[in-house]
């Protein structure tokens, strides 16, 4: 049974990766709502 030395730092990439998406998906609703509200002014 061998150790994988990059699994931590994998798991801690993919942990940073689904904040970075948490933060993403807020910006880019308010992005399209500002842009229709923009569109029907």
């Not at 049974?1 to 990766?17: A, E, I, R, T, W």
Request: aromatic share 12%; no cysteine.
């Amino acid at each position: 049974m061998g150790m994988n030395p990059f699994k931590p730092l994998v798991q801690h990439f993919s942990d940073f990766y689904g904040k970075i998406l948490s933060t993403k998906d807020p910006l880019k609703i308010s992005y399209l709502k500002l842009r229709l509200s923009k569109a029907n002014a």
